[in-house]
């Protein structure tokens, strides 16, 4: 069982930074991979990166290789997307997410899901 809490998201402007972090209850959080999504107005809810359990591989959309990093802190029960060189198409809800075994980028093989937190990127 893990619940899942975003923060940290807000408004910056483009070419700023930000930092999300998901912070997860339950004793087996170190058991499951974690995705980051996002979802915009009129868009359908898409991936942005994944971790897996142990932190060793990382994964990222295109759309933000090289600006987004992901990581975690097992002994934290908390999970980060470092957000660099925001851009407008940037503004979305993002949700953290966690899956049993490895990651994935499909939003439906998720297990569990937090609430989101609205990063709007101004121009």
């Known amino acids: 069982q893990v619940q899942l809490v975003e923060s940290g998201g807000g408004l910056v402007q483009a070419g700023g930074s930000l930092r999300l972090s998901c912070a997860a209850s339950g004793r087996t959080f170190s058991s499951y991979a974690m995705g980051w999504f996002r979802q915009a107005p009129g868009k359908e809810r898409e991936f942005v990166a994944a971790i897996t359990w142990s932190g060793s591989s990382s994964y990222y959309a295109d759309s933000v290789k090289g600006r987004f990093t992901v990581s975690r802190v097992n002994a934290k029960n908390t999970v980060y997307l470092q957000m660099n060189s925001l851009k407008p198409e940037d503004t979305a809800v993002y949700y953290c997410?966690?899956?049993?075994?490895?990651?994935?980028?499909?939003?439906?093989?998720?297990?569990?899901w937090g609430q989101g937190t609205q990063v709007t990127v101004s121009s």
């Open positions: 997410a966690a899956v049993k075994g490895p990651g994935s980028r499909r939003y439906d093989e998720y297990d569990y």
